[in-house]
């Protein structure tokens, strides 16, 4: 993804493989158990395992910080060893920091957060409404995620000049919404990058200055800062690392989605003041109230039901706490965070009034950012207490209490009939024609697979083993949903209780002949250009268009001519085509600008005849 390979470390990187350095600890008196060793082995083990350069970890309990310790290396070439102060990229844990800002301007009345944002910044006007009052988004909406916007727009996501948060609208403008609004939780960056600009108009400040006055000061949060405004507050950054190289990371445009830098002393600060519902040192950061509706899951009545639960800028779900015969439902508040080369996660437990913290600094430390070992280690061995996943029902009955008192013309989603199955859907990357309904070909992370109906009304998933004639069928489970005259395609991965939606069933839309006179072959704006400092600061796209029946197959290829994208879109109109998919990441839209050229992804590409 986006890196620049710096100095390699050949000696140290050596010794990092045959033993893990453990640095500056801070351990409270415990004579009850050994948690704290066991924690450590495991650690060490798994950074042998997946080759992590560094690591630091924090636990909270009972409004203290009850254990921090750093592992490894932030400058293997430096020789510096990871401090429990050694700030790391926490990429996605923005999100709750951004999402707190803003509650605290709800508090000061100076943010409603159910009108439209734009009331806000009228300068966001989009120019295509591609969904019924699609502009009308609201802040809340935004926070969790379930506003239409698309998830990121590549070009200009990261660059080393700086960020260029006024992209954000411009490009917005441009190509509208990518998806309906309420309808399912589409993860968006951008929509975190609007928020920051939403601060900053609201307060007067930027988002660095007002997050330091009204959220790092006050935290005693020293070692955390702004990534590309507050450099200079850093004593030790980590770089990242992998294979051997270090690397620095480029600076983002959404800003308040994952720009935020921290240590995991300051984050037991930050856990400490959210499982005391917004007080610290004695002082009240933001009204209890407020903090609650942050930690209230806003995805329980969707029309496209979700495993999992998110609130405002932080994921939100329960389990189940046993202790010898006794058990009871707690909730879990959590969020992970991850650039190419950082990989954080938090997890806190309000009832219990407790916390755990990981940070990492290498492309492989994907595989340790989750802080279950820490909660699980702990809460076993100090309080005998295990957690376990609160089994949930599909298509909960709050759906039809819920559109009833909010609509009329809201239907609750119900399984498909089998019968209706049969027709064209859009995977976005590929058109599935459904012919059989008793059994098709399919396509699931790359593989081709067989969907073979059940007595129940969904399809199994099966994959050729070996390269053979013969399935093996999975823990995947292909179902189709009925809402509101659509019908959607749903992945149920039961071994990891998510649901992945991956396709809409296809109304027939003619292709519009305008179109006819711009397929070809396109260059983005700056082809070749020699300052590539950042894979996300595109370049080097070449862009297709094609007709295929009734679709437009828009094909991006990296310069080398592999393929970067395919996406089927509908001609909706003479200048803009558009692919809806429930599926955060495969929503698109292209824009025929008034001088000729396409807008893709927040960049402009030129007729390859042009340059002739």
């Known amino acids: 993804m986006y890196r620049i ?32 060793e066991e924690i450590d082995v495991k650690i060490k083990k798994e950074m042998l395992k997946y080759h992590v350069t560094g690591v630091a970890i924090g636990i909270v309990d009972s409004g203290k910080i009850v254990y921090t310790k750093g592992f490894g290396y932030s400058d293997v070439s430096k ?69 239409g916007l698309p998830n990121d727009l590549w070009n200009n996501f990261s660059d080393f000049r700086g960020p260029e948060k006024n992209h954000i609208v411009q490009s917005l403008n441009k190509l509208g919404a990518f998806g309906p609004r309420n309808l399912n939780f589409a993860y968006s960056n951008i929509g975190y990058g609007l928020l920051t600009l939403l601060i900053e108009k609201i307060s007067g400040s930027s988002y660095a200055d007002h997050l330091q006055e009204h959220v790092f000061t006050p935290l005693g949060m020293k070692n955390t800062f702004v990534y590309g405004e507050q450099e200079h507050k850093a004593h030790d950054l980590s770089k990242g690392f992998h294979k051997g190289h270090s690397y620095t990371e480029p600076y983002f445009r959404d800003v308040g989605a994952i720009s935020i830098c921290s240590s995991v002393a300051d984050l037991g600060n930050y856990l400490n003041m959210y499982v005391h519902y917004g007080r610290h040192n004695n002082k009240q950061l933001v009204d209890s109230m407020l903090i ?4 209230r899951n806003h995805l329980s009545a969707l029309p496209l039901e979700e495993y999992h639960g998110y609130g405002l800028g932080l994921g939100c779900d329960e389990r189940v706490l046993k202790s010898g ?13 991850a650039t190419d080369f950082f990989h954080s996660g938090m997890k806190f437990y309000p009832d219990l009034g407790n916390g755990f913290i990981v940070l990492t600094n290498s492309k492989n430390g994907l595989y340790m950012q989750d802080p279950s070992l ?11 207490a295990t957690l376990e996943k609160v089994e949930k029902k599909k298509q909960a009955p709050v759906l039809a209490a819920f559109f009833n008192d909010l609509s009329p013309d809201h239907s609750v989603p119900t399984l498909t009939d089998i019968h209706d199955v049969k027709g064209t859907y859009n995977l976005s990357y590929r058109m599935l024609r459904i012919k059989n309904t008793q059994r098709f070909p399919f396509y699931i992370e790359g593989k081709k697979a067989l969907a073979k109906a059940t007595d129940e009304g969904t399809y199994s998933i099966g ?32 071994s990891n209780t998510t649901y992945t939606y991956v396709g809409i069933k296809e109304d027939p839309k003619p292709f519009l002949a305008s179109w006819t006179s711009y397929k070809g072959k396109y260059l983005q704006q700056g082809f070749g250009s020699p300052n590539q400092s ?15 029946g009734d679709q437009l197959l828009v094909i ?7 393929i970067y994208s395919k996406t089927y879109m509908s001609t909706l109109q003479n200048d803009f085509a558009h692919c809806f998919n429930p599926n955060r990441n495969y929503s698109d839209a292209l824009r025929i600008l008034p001088n000729g050229n396409l807008y893709y992804q927040g960049a402009e590409f030129y007729s390859k005849k042009q340059r002739k």
């Open 374 to 384: 820490l909660s699980d280690v702990y809460l076993k061995t100090r309080y005998h």
């Open 534 to 548: 950042s894979p996300y600061l595109f370049t080097d796209r070449k862009l297709a268009l094609k007709k295929r």
């Open 5 to 36: 390979k710096k100095k390699g470390f050949f000696s140290l990187s050596l010794l990092l493989t045959t033993c893990i350095v453990a640095t500056h600890c801070y351990c409270q008196n415990d004579t009850s158990s050994n948690w704290a």
């Open 325 to 337: 015969d006794t058990s009871r439902t707690i909730r879990e508040l959590s969020h992970d965070g």
């Open 463 to 494: 994959f050729k083993f070996l390269g053979l004639f013969s399935y093996y069928f999975s823990d995947y489970i292909l179902e189709f949903i009925s809402h509101k005259d659509q019908i959607y395609m749903r992945i149920d991965d039961q």
């Open 556 to 562: 991006v290829r990296y310069k080398s001519g592999r």
């Open 292 to 295: 609650q509706e942050m930690f």
């Open 79 to 147: 020789g510096i060893q990871i401090t429990d102060t050694t700030s790391f990229h926490i990429a996605s844990l923005s999100k709750s920091f951004t999402a707190l800002a803003i509650m605290q301007l709800v508090e000061q009345n100076k943010l409603n957060l159910d009108v439209p944002l734009r009331q806000y910044l009228p300068e966001l006007r989009f120019e295509h409404e591609t969904f019924p009052n699609g502009s009308d988004f609201t802040t809340r909406e935004v926070l969790c995620h379930l506003s």
